[in-house]
């Protein structure tokens, strides 16, 4: 039921945010569209933890703005790369280790290492990440340590709650 | 006080558009930048993290000098949203960008790639 009630909430909310008319006959229809996706929802069975994932808002709501702040640095440093007269760089593929368990966990973590410039996560297999580096000095595995940790913690103790 | 927070409204309201405006700009001379280091690069997925700093950088910039920019706070929400679809999406395709190259056998470049003998040379200053 507080699923029902958390994902009644999030529709509502992104309705709100959408619209911007307050006429009695759009809230009708927004009534009627938010009955209609719960129902469609509720046939469905996405009504649970996965379909409302508040549990996680914490440790992502503190997990982004590091990501943010990581985004920014690398940037400069392929900006630089980019700009620089003499093209200076030094590419690498490396194999780094993942202490993330879940699935959640590990793909949030190989997409922050796409996401960061500088670093692309080729393959994933098991618990070893393929990644490609614009620099071999930044793609050293330990470069990927705090990344992971704060991965994990951000998406995996939630699944031990259950 | 009462005087001082009107104030402030009133030159928020007169900044907020030329600052968008120029956080736009920078935000497009980034994607250029990006643009120039796909140029640069020499082999496909070294042309992968110039390309990032178009999805990022760039993207987010625009996006928050619009967000300045914005009338309303429906703009925002919307705006908002962008930025966490751009977020979730453009890490998705950059990565199977990278693994169908991967798996299609595509060699990266590894190790130093230094001036010498690069076309690049000629543009230096000597």
């Known amino acids: 039921m507080a699923y029902l009630l958390g994902i009644f909430v999030a529709i509502v909310a992104f309705w709100m945010g959408n619209s911007g008319h307050y006429k009695p006959l759009m809230l009708g229809f927004a009534a009627l569209s938010v009955g209609l996706t ?4 509720a046939r469905l069975k996405i009504i649970d933890r996965e379909g409302a994932p508040y549990v996680r808002f914490v440790g992502f709501a503190t997990y ?12 400069v440093v392929v900006i630089k790369a980019c700009l620089r007269a003499d093209l200076d760089i030094n590419p690498a593929l490396v194999k780094v280790k993942t202490t993330c368990k879940t699935d959640l966990a590990k793909v949030t973590f190989a997409n922050s290492i796409t996401l960061t410039p500088g670093t692309v ?22 470069a990927f340590e705090e990344m992971d940790r704060r991965c994990a913690r951000a998406a995996d103790p939630s699944e031990k709650a259950s | 006080m009462a005087d001082f927070v009107l104030l402030a409204g009133n030159t928020w309201e007169t900044v ?19 643009t120039i280091g796909v140029m640069r ?12 700093i178009t999805d990022t950088s760039g993207a987010f910039l625009v996006l928050a000098g619009m967000a300045l920019m914005a009338p309303s706070w429906l703009v925002l929400v919307k705006l908002f ?46």
Request: hydrophobic residues 45%; charged residues 15%; proline residues 5%.
């Open chain 1, 38 to 41: 719960l129902l469609l929802s």
């Open chain 1, 64 to 75: 982004y703005p590091w990501l943010f702040w990581e985004i920014v640095k690398s940037n």
């Open chain 1, 121 to 142: 996560t080729v393959e994933i297999d098991g618990d070893k990440l393929l990644v490609h580096g614009l620099y071999e000095a930044n793609t050293v595995p330990e």
């Open chain 2, 41 to 52: 690069f020499p082999d496909f997925y070294t042309r992968l993290h110039a390309a990032s």
């Open chain 2, 81 to 126: 949203c962008m930025l966490g679809f751009l977020v979730l999406t453009s890490a998705t395709g950059s990565h199977a960008l990278a693994n169908a190259a991967h798996t299609a056998g595509l060699q990266p470049k590894i190790g130093p790639v230094g001036q010498a003998g690069h076309q690049d040379h000629e543009e230096g200053d000597h």
């Open chain 2, 16 to 34: 907020r558009f030329p600052l968008g405006g120029a956080v736009c700009l920078f935000g497009a001379i980034l994607c250029v930048i990006g």
